[in-house]
Structures are given as structure tokens and as C-alpha cells.
């Protein structure tokens, strides 16, 4: 079933990112369920568009959804495999530095 709602998942990130707080947070963890469920192969490519849409989330005021989308991209980043491990390391490498400032989050959960 997992792989049903991977067509939907497109659509999901791109409503997301003008969603309320609550509404951020249920579409996070719908992808961390649907991803979880999907082979790598599979999961690969739509894990290369998630990763560039967590990004701005790093710096949302809820810290909640601050944890949840560190959590997601640490999960994602390992689901790539071939030709769309060199992207990946282009787009950690990007997401370095904002997550080195979360190193001194306020909140413990997100530092850690």
C-alpha cells in the first residue's frame, strides 16, 4: 500500500511548504511511514526531492517539526542508492552548516 502513495507524494511535498505547522508535521511523518515501507531502489529517487524540501524546514519556529524534519532527513539521506548517491552528497553538504547551528538548538531535542 505504501507504494500506492508514493504518486501522491510529489503532491504532498509541494503543498507542504505554505501548510500550517500541524499540517507539516502530519505530511513528515506520512513520508517517514510511506518511505519506511518502500524498497531503496524504490525510494531513492523521491528521497533526492524530499531532502532539498526538509532544508528550509530546519529553521521552523515549532521544535517539534524542527526535530521531525533533522529526523526525516537523516532517515532519507541513507535511502539513496547509484547514480543518485553524487546529488545526495551535494545536498548533505549543503544542509551541513544549518544543521552544525542546530547543534546549539534550545531546544535539547534538536541539538541532539
Same mark, same amino acid.
Given at each position: 500500500?505504501? $507504494? !500506492?502513495?508514493?504518486? &501522491? *507524494?510529489?503532491?504532498?511535498?509541494?503543498?507542504?511548504?505554505?501548510?500550517?505547522?500541524?499540517? !507539516?508535521? /502530519?505530511?513528515? *511523518?506520512?513520508? $517517514?511511514? @510511506?518511505?519506511?515501507?518502500? !524498497? %531503496? !531502489? #524504490?525510494?531513492?529517487?523521491?528521497?533526492?526531492? *524530499? @531532502?532539498?524540501? *526538509? &532544508?528550509?524546514?530546519?529553521? #521552523? #519556529?515549532?521544535?517539534?517539526? $524542527? #526535530?521531525? =524534519?533533522?529526523?526525516?532527513? +537523516?532517515? @532519507?539521506?541513507?535511502?539513496?542508492?547509484?547514480?543518485? /548517491?553524487?546529488?545526495?552528497? +551535494?545536498?548533505? $553538504? %549543503? =544542509?551541513?552548516?544549518?544543521?552544525?547551528?542546530?547543534?546549539?538548538?534550545? =531546544?535539547?531535542? @534538536?541539538?541532539?
Amino acid at each position: 500500500q505504501a $507504494r !500506492k502513495m508514493l504518486v &501522491l *507524494l510529489p503532491d504532498i511535498m509541494e503543498t507542504q511548504q505554505n501548510a500550517n505547522t500541524d499540517n !507539516k508535521m /502530519k505530511a513528515l *511523518l506520512v513520508f $517517514r511511514n @510511506v518511505m519506511g515501507h518502500m !524498497k %531503496r !531502489k #524504490e525510494a531513492s529517487p523521491t528521497a533526492l526531492q *524530499l @531532502v532539498e524540501k *526538509l &532544508l528550509p524546514l530546519f529553521d #521552523e #519556529e515549532s521544535s517539534q517539526l $524542527r #526535530e521531525l =524534519s533533522i529526523c526525516l532527513f +537523516k532517515d @532519507v539521506m541513507q535511502m539513496v542508492v547509484g547514480n543518485d /548517491k553524487q546529488q545526495m552528497k +551535494k545536498n548533505v $553538504r %549543503r =544542509s551541513l552548516l544549518p544543521l552544525f547551528f542546530h547543534m546549539s538548538d534550545q =531546544s535539547e531535542s @534538536v541539538a541532539q
